[in-house]
């Protein structure tokens, strides 16, 4: 879900953009800015839910040493969206806790 | 596997990482920077090549300085793998890092350490909620994308990038709600037995008061020597409380920025068992090198912020002075000190001010060590400080022992963010200093690395 | 009071034991090392497992299949006195075979053990029947065996529950000790422990469960524990959801999510550190019976050091010359932890006789000059 976001970017800094999906929701970002800025200027306020808490947590340092801007990113599971370039098309979702294995290659084995 | 040979690997594209690349490839030495992100500089010079000039105005001119750096850099002849991730270095010079999917292998006859600073966590009530986040962090997203708050910012703690956060907001036409500050005059007091050292770094000085006489003439609200601060809120922040003078204060916000100064980023030299001593003014780890940064008897070097806190300009000397004693040792520098003489100069005059810094920004033992129960220390394990004291009680002597009994430093980031906290917290605990507590044993992966990048 | 009985090492197996004797009323003061002892339960697997184990050693077989039977007990006990709870979990657990040659091996290995000891009950199975149990497994899979006694626990919560245990049973802990020196006074029966620091500890009893530095303490109270350290690398993922519900040997996912792939065994000495050939090579092994393991994070990777008699088997033995002194050496810390509880810890008390045929497990068997050994533990 998207809210008011805590993040914008001024008119003046127009250029070109990309659309990724979030959550199967559509979000124009400048081309070249991290997921994770992406994300923040689109109104994501929480990114995924912790492991133990399951508590709401979003990126804290932005630079790839806290782990808190984890989301899946085309397929791929818990990547650091501070450090991946937003492109095209990319589609990138939440994680609700602990990091879910594809059914598709281990079946009913949950 | 294919292994790649060079000269020189330098891990980290900041100040000190670039200047080295530089100051080596001048002495004809093959020269591979691996760097975690998509384009050079660091934080410190993030984006500085690609920011529009109405961005860069903004930033101001330490930041355009870096510009440079970057492109000397680029026409050094150093070869620079982006978007790669170090995830094993030996001390004899091997690193193991995935670039495109895969996991590779790099072996220099020497390497440079050049991972830089991180934020030093702000272990507080509240500091896991959606909306606080570092002023380190608020900034990068400035640099890389121009984004500024939309609402007030309430920015919180102490220290120089906090203050500078606040002057580039000022500039850029964003709100400031209220800027929070924990430096007391106490540590006016403590920091002006540095004052006269200081003076020796008169340019840094003058630029730092600057900024503070901009900020109080901006008529932001402005409280200092705050104490018992706290995020509020229940799935995002909603406020910041804190006291002052004896008063309860709370100012709504959407977004807290919080910082007390920056610490080095230790995991690689930790991961290769090398020696670290505790600094009591930094109140952090750094790794034991000698004047030139080299670990031991190894093939490792350490420059810059990893080091220890020296800021940007003293990180781009070490670089180079690292760079130098590497070219000594390869025998195509035979005589260092004529090279290295101007260097060492300007590294003393670069350093000068540290003290008073450290004694004047020297983050509150309350913020580093909770007093509350209840604090989340280990924001990935969701441990709490309450949980890490009754460990000790049951007998844990380190952040090992600690480790073990309660997961706390098991998440994805590997320690990073509750390391100093878990130390100090067993230290005020079992009266110890944090030196003879010790750290995490950090061992490869020392990032999290995808299963499927071993298999091809 | 002074304290009846000095354990040396507050690991996973002095602890145990520590606790066996604690829990009869006995004075029990534990001497451990600090927070950066090499501490080879910290990197314990976490198995509780009889399967495979004794081949030549029909004791210790039956040994490992009655500390199973004694574990639920433990695990009862200890979360009831701690709260702790030790991860105990019996379900059976698996081998997995990737070549006929290692199928053929495993079923000769597994019928010589199934002969020589009763109750140790195994089934092979095709990978079409494993999958019943392990869905995901992959098309590498050639085949592998089940035994519904073996299981897991959790390595770290054990030995948790156990400090936690011996608190509440009264009995010293004494943390950051490096014992020296052991010693045995004739004249009154009473031993002596010498930390390097000169702290000394005296008792009547004494239990050596120090890991590898039982080779050094041993002789000095007239036993032998000639162990050397085999590296044991072992890698840890992220927390994952659970899709895993079953032990594997090689692989098993704890309960808090993590998948945990290992171990390898590697003589290198008392080098405890991690080296990427044999990452990679234990990452390869598990994705290959796992493939959707590709997609999960390698977070953490341990090396520890097992103490390995030269026949990988443990050794239990009283000391004739110093008649109280016990040596107690093992790296199955976790599979034995119930056995060295209640029976080795009151064994060790003086509360009860010498547990039958264990003149198998006294290191006599390392005297005999013409004989070899070769450890597939």
């Given at each position: 879900?998207?809210?008011e ?11 070109e ?10 979000v ?32 804290y ?9 984890l ?33 598709s ?6 | 596997?294919?292994?790649?040979t ?13 200047a ?11 020269v ?12 410190i ?8 000039r ?9 930041y ?16 620079h ?9 030996a ?28 934020e ?49 907001y ?7 709600a ?41 008529n ?17 922040v ?22 007390q ?36 008897e ?11 806190i ?5 990180s ?35 350093t ?40 000790v009680g ?9 480790k ?14 509750c390391?100093?906290t878990?130390?100090?917290t ?15 044993r ?5 990032k ?9 | 009071m ?13 602890a ?6 604690a829990?009869?009323g ?11 002892a090499?501490r ?8 509780v497992?009889?399967?495979s184990?004794g ?14 039977k ?11 006195l ?6 105990l ?16 091996a495993r ?11 009763d ?11 494993l ?8 098309p ?7 035994c ?36 045995y006074d ?30 050094r ?18 890698l ?65 990777a ?17 000391s ?9 050496t093992?790296h199955?810390g ?15 008390a ?11 497990f ?16």
């Open positions: 879900m998207l809210t976001p805590l993040f914008s970017i001024p008119a003046s800094e127009g250029r953009t990309v659309t990724i999906i979030f959550d199967d929701q559509a124009t970002a400048p081309a070249g800015i991290s997921v994770a800025a992406a994300l923040l200027v689109a109104g994501a306020s929480d990114f995924r839910t912790s492991i133990v808490g399951h508590e709401p947590r979003a990126p340092c932005m630079m790839g040493v806290c782990f808190e801007c989301v899946e990113i085309d397929g791929v599971p818990a990547r650091q969206s501070c450090l991946v370039p937003v492109k095209d098309g990319m589609i990138v979702r939440r994680q609700q806790g602990a990091v879910s294995l594809p059914d290659e281990i079946g009913d084995g949950r | 596997m294919n292994v790649e060079t000269d020189l690997a330098i891990i980290g594209a900041g100040p000190a990482g670039l080295a690349a530089c100051e080596a490839r001048t002495l004809g030495l093959s591979t920077v691996l760097d975690e992100q998509s384009a050079v500089g660091g934080q010079y993030r984006n500085v090549v690609s920011a529009p109405a961005r860069s105005a903004i930033l101001g001119p330490d355009s300085a870096g510009a440079e750096l970057v492109s000397a850099f680029a026409s050094s002849g150093a070869l793998l982006d978007s790669a991730v170090v995830w094993n270095v001390t004899d010079g091997t690193i193991d890092y995935i670039r495109e999917g895969r996991t590779r292998k790099l072996s220099g006859k020497y390497v440079l350490l050049a991972s830089g600073a991180m030093r966590p702000f272990p507080i009530e509240g500091w896991t909620l959606p909306g606080v986040m570092g002023a380190g962090a608020a900034q990068i997203l400035l640099k890389s994308a121009g984004a500024l708050p939309r609402e007030p910012v309430v920015l919180a703690g102490c220290g120089p990038l906090l203050y500078l956060l606040g002057w580039q000022l500039r850029a036409g964003a709100r400031i209220a800027l929070v500050d924990t430096t007391a005059t106490s540590d006016y007091v403590r920091a002006s037995r540095h004052l006269m050292g200081a003076l020796r770094s008169w340019k840094e000085l003058r630029k730092g008061l600057g900024l503070i006489a901009a900020l109080r003439r901006s932001i609200a402005l409280y200092s020597g705050c104490s018992d601060l706290r995020a509020e809120g229940t799935c995002k909603e406020a910041l409380a804190f006291r002052q003078d004896g008063r309860s204060v709370r100012i709504p916000t959407s977004l807290l920025l919080v910082h100064g920056v610490v080095p980023n230790t995991q690689l030299s930790w991961s290769v068992k090398a020696e670290h001593r505790w600094n009591k003014a930094q109140l952090c780890w750094e790794p034991v090198t000698d004047i030139w940064g080299r670990l031991g190894t093939a490792l070097y350490v420059a810059g912020d990893s080091r220890s020296v800021g940007a300009q003293a781009a000397v070490q670089g180079r002075l690292a760079a130098l004693s590497i070219g000594n040792r390869l025998g195509v520098l035979p005589d260092i000190t004529i090279r290295a003489a101007p260097y060492l100069e300007s590294l003393k005059r670069y000068a001010i540290r003290p008073f810094l450290d004694a004047l920004y020297r983050p509150k033992d309350e913020n580093r060590v909770p007093v509350s129960d209840k604090v989340v220390v280990c924001r990935c394990e969701e441990v709490t400080a309450g949980q890490i004291r009754r460990f049951l007998g844990c002597q380190g952040p090992n022992q600690t073990a009994f309660g997961r706390c430093g098991m998440g994805p980031c590997q320690g990073r963010f390391g100093l878990v130390t100090e067993i230290a005020r605990e079992r009266q110890l200093e944090p030196a003879d507590v010790g750290y995490y950090i061992r490869p992966p020392i999290p690395v995808l299963l499927g990048d071993f298999v091809e | 002074s304290d009846r009985m000095i354990v040396i090492g507050g690991g996973l197996v002095g145990a034991v520590a606790f066996g004797a829990r009869e006995l004075g029990v003061c534990v001497l451990d090392q600090g927070d950066s090499f080879a339960s910290r990197g314990n697997f976490g198995l497992w009889v399967s184990k081949a030549e050693m029909p004791r210790y077989a039956a040994w490992s299949r009655d500390a199973l004694l574990w639920p007990d433990l695990q009862r006990e200890l979360q009831e701690t709260g702790v709870d030790s991860g979990r019996q379900v059976g657990g698996f081998w997995l075979g990737f070549s006929d040659k290692e199928m053929k079923y000769e290995l597994l019928s010589g053990i199934s002969r020589a000891v109750g140790i009950p195994f089934r092979m199975m095709e990978p079409s029947e999958r019943h149990y392990l869905p995901g497994l992959g590498k899979v050639a085949g592998g065996s089940f519904e006694l073996d299981g897991d626990a959790n390595p770290l919560m054990l030995l948790r529950a156990l400090h936690s245990g011996l608190i509440e049973k009264g009995a010293d802990i004494v943390s950051n000790v490096d014992v020296v020196q052991v010693r004739q004249s009154n029966g009473v031993f002596e422990a010498v930390a390097a620091d000169g702290q000394r500890w005296q008792a009547e009893r004494l239990v050596l469960a120090a890991g590898l530095g039982n080779a303490l041993a002789p000095q109270v007239g036993l032998q524990a000639p162990v050397k350290p085999s590296r044991g690398q072992v840890i993922t992220e927390r994952l959801q659970p899709f895993l519900h079953y032990p594997m040997n090689k692989l098993r996912q704890t309960v808090e999510g993590s998948v945990q792939i290992g171990s390898s065994s590697e003589d290198v000495g008392f080098d405890d550190g991690t080296t990427p050939d044999v990452i990679e090579w234990q990452v390869k092994r598990a994705v290959a019976a796992f493939p959707a393991l590709a997609k999960a994070r390698l977070v953490r341990w090396g520890a050091l097992r103490p390995l008699a030269p026949d990988a088997y443990p050794i239990y033995e009283e004739e010359s110093c008649p109280g002194a016990f040596v107690v093992s199955s976790v599979t034995l932890a119930a056995a060295h509880c209640y029976v080795i810890g009151p064994w060790a003086g509360l009860s006789q010498t547990p039958p045929d264990f003149a198998d006294s290191a006599e068997r390392f005297r005999d000059p013409n004989k070899s050994f070769s450890h597939a533990h």
